[in-house]
């Protein structure tokens, strides 16, 4: 058999086991979806730092998968996920309840996000939007997931003290052999893990035993979103720096020229 044809051959196994298979080569429709002119300016404007192309080629995304995005916020990723998967695959948006989980700034989240969809219904109207937040976990049908995404959520969820919990609802949403993708603001490997990650920081190391001990295969690691200017030592953690700005003013041009936090991807794989 030639080498060729054992690729195919693997292709189609993976595929028909349920298995989300790497894009091979350049995705033209992702580029495009990035390029959209309908898409945020200021949120096109963090491209430099976030990298969606990298992140979600990295993240094994291809358009006939069935993607959830947990906590999708203001909507960054939905106005590239949502119209790049449109026509061919499925886009779960795990948004905050509508109750808000007693949190007034969660519904106000959820009205927000739920008005961007309702106002643009040509790219979102088969956006399929479910609840999530802590004891809210059906984010998807069970082994029903290509593809599950988060997006600096990591330390969010350690401080509320269920991080666990949610990682236990990752991987009934996924299929066998279905990836899960991590991005966080990376926390300092010369000091020990705060459980509650107060600072907005998660060590890279201790992400990857979390995810390991729900039961996730550790496949890889990414660098493109990495900052070493970032020291992760500033008086609102990671907060101080752009976009937040929690300082104001003060040494702002400073926080600014340092950038977004160095960060880490992680990809696992559910067996």
């Given at each position: 058999?030639?080498?060729?044809?054992?690729?195919?051959?693997?292709?189609?196994?993976?595929?028909?086991?349920?298995?989300?298979?790497?894009?091979?080569?350049?995705?033209?429709?992702?580029?495009?979806?990035?390029?959209?002119?309908?898409?945020?300016?200021?949120?096109?404007?963090?491209?430099?730092?976030?990298?969606?192309?990298?992140?979600?080629?990295?993240?094994?995304?291809?358009?006939?998968?069935?993607?959830?995005?947990?906590?999708?916020?203001?909507?960054?990723?939905?106005?590239?996920?949502?119209?790049?998967?449109?026509?061919?695959?499925?886009?779960?948006?795990a948004q905050y309840p509508q109750d808000g989980g007693g949190r007034a700034y969660?519904?106000?989240?959820?009205?927000?996000?739920?008005?961007?969809?309702?106002?643009?219904?040509?790219?979102?109207?088969?956006?399929?939007?479910?609840?999530?937040?802590?004891?809210?976990?059906?984010?998807?049908?069970?082994?029903?997931?290509?593809?599950?995404?988060?997006?600096?959520?990591?330390?969010?969820?350690?401080?509320?003290?269920?991080?666990?919990?949610?990682?236990?609802?990752?991987?009934?949403?996924?299929?066998?052999?279905?990836?899960?993708?991590?991005?966080?603001?990376?926390?300092?490997?010369?000091?020990?893990?705060?459980?509650?990650?107060?600072?907005?920081?998660?060590?890279?190391?201790?992400?990857?035993?979390?995810?390991?001990?729900?039961?996730?295969?550790?496949?890889?690691?990414?660098?493109?979103?990495?900052?070493?200017?970032?020291?992760?030592?500033?008086?609102?953690?990671?907060?101080?720096?752009?976009?937040?700005?929690?300082?104001?003013?003060?040494?702002?041009?400073?926080?600014?020229?340092?950038?977004?936090?160095?960060?880490?991807?992680?990809?696992?794989?559910?067996?």
């Amino acid at each position: 058999m030639s080498f060729k044809s054992l690729v195919a051959v693997v292709g189609m196994s993976l595929a028909a086991a349920g298995c989300a298979v790497a894009p091979a080569g350049e995705d033209a429709a992702l580029k495009q979806a990035i390029a959209s002119p309908a898409r945020t300016p200021a949120f096109a404007a963090r491209d430099a730092a976030r990298k969606p192309y990298e992140v979600l080629h990295f993240f094994e995304l291809r358009p006939d998968a069935t993607v959830v995005e947990i906590s999708p916020g203001a909507g960054y990723w939905t106005e590239i996920l949502a119209p790049y998967l449109k026509p061919r695959g499925t886009y779960y948006a795990a948004q905050y309840p509508q109750d808000g989980g007693g949190r007034a700034y969660y519904q106000e989240y959820y009205r927000n996000f739920r008005a961007k969809l309702d106002a643009n219904p040509a790219l979102y109207d088969r956006v399929r939007v479910t609840a999530f937040g802590k004891g809210r976990y059906d984010i998807a049908p069970p082994g029903s997931a290509d593809i599950v995404l988060t997006f600096r959520n990591l330390h969010n969820w350690m401080n509320d003290g269920y991080a666990e919990e949610v990682l236990a609802a990752f991987y009934r949403a996924l299929k066998p052999g279905g990836i899960l993708g991590i991005e966080a603001h990376r926390g300092r490997t010369d000091r020990p893990q705060d459980p509650r990650a107060a600072d907005g920081y998660v060590r890279q190391d201790y992400a990857i035993r979390l995810a390991q001990q729900a039961g996730f295969v550790f496949v890889g690691s990414s660098e493109a979103l990495a900052n070493p200017r970032d020291t992760k030592d500033h008086p609102a953690g990671v907060w101080t720096l752009p976009p937040t700005f929690r300082l104001g003013d003060k040494d702002r041009e400073r926080y600014a020229a340092i950038g977004e936090a160095d960060g880490f991807l992680l990809k696992f794989r559910k067996p």
